[in-house]
């Protein structure tokens, strides 16, 4: 597949899209906001429709989840979504598993200007692609008593926990959701490998230990990529995985990784680059996307006009490579690493003292 082409993740026709924007919760707002403004300058002909969410919905609509905002999330072409902090987390669940956006990609990468703890933070460029609607997500709990037919005629604990107090969590992966999940993989690997990349696809699982799960994921993903020609593919156990993003992250290009997997280890890999306010994040299905940061409502930032709206900048580049808007795209892109390249306007968290509008007005400049 070229760059060109159409995919789950890039449209390759400009139109007049509509974007359904929930600033969400926190400090998520102070983001999210100065990132529209930037995103109309960039590309005028898209319309943006705001939807309140939490606490503001709950004032005005007497719910956190009015009909009225599920129903501007259904009528535009994708959504951009702030982050939750509790309060709008039933909208997160209608993004995820109402519009069904199946795979969630999570770049990380660095960029000069960025403080990062590593020696060679150079080596890091690489893209998670996370389960975005099984393994032990949606929450599926409940008290052990109600296993404890199943406890005492299986063999499925070495001790089974019959007549003890204690909860259970449920982990589902079907094989439909593990391959396309693959085939995302394989289609984001070989985009990238048109651009440069090493085409390769790394898979982290503990197939060690739940061989019919994370085993299941790794054969069908390792088959999948079989059927790609011109893609390589490697399997690592996740423990070690996590090893190799911080000592060998050159290695890695296109890394597939379960729901709990993927979250935990988008905010590591987050941490190397410099931190979460530098993570961008999208999540994609067959007939919808949404757009969020890998970081979440940052309470103990908020109010202070601190936080910093890069991850939310890259997230509102990836939205618009979605919408057609590929130049755009790039020009945001760009004009974001020229202002750390620079390093004079450099927001709190990657040691500088500018305030949010600051870097957004210093990003402008650079456009
Ligand atoms: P968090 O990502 O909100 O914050 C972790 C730390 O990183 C905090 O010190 C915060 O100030 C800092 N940070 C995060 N984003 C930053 C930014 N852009 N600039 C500067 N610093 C930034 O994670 P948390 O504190 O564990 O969770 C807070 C709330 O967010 C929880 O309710 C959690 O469930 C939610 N959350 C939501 C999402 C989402 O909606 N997608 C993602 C992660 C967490
Ligand atoms: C994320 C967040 C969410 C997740 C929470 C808020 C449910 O941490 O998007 O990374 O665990 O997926
Ligand atoms: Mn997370």
Redesign the pocket.
Known sequence: MKPTESSIFSRNTQFQPTVCVIAGDDAAPEVVHPTVEVLRSLAPAIHFAEALSGREAQARYGEMFPAVTKAAIDAADCTLFG??GGPS?PI?WYL?WGKETFV?IRPERWYPGYSSPMLHPERIDYVIVRD?LEGT?PPREGDISELSSLASSTSWWQSPPVGKQGAYAVRVSTDEQLQRIAVAACQLALQRQSAGYLGRVTLGAKYSILPRTDGRFRSIVAETVRTYPTLSYQEFLIDDLARRMIALPETLDVVVLS??HG?IL??AASGSIGGLGLSP?ACYGASYAYF?P???SAPDIAGKGIINPTATLLTGAMMLTYLGYIREGQRLELAVAAVYREGVVLPHDQGGRASTNEFVQAVKQRL
């Open positions: 982050a939750s987390r997160l995820r969630n975005n997500y729901n709990e979250d988008a905010d994040s969020e890998v970081h979440g």
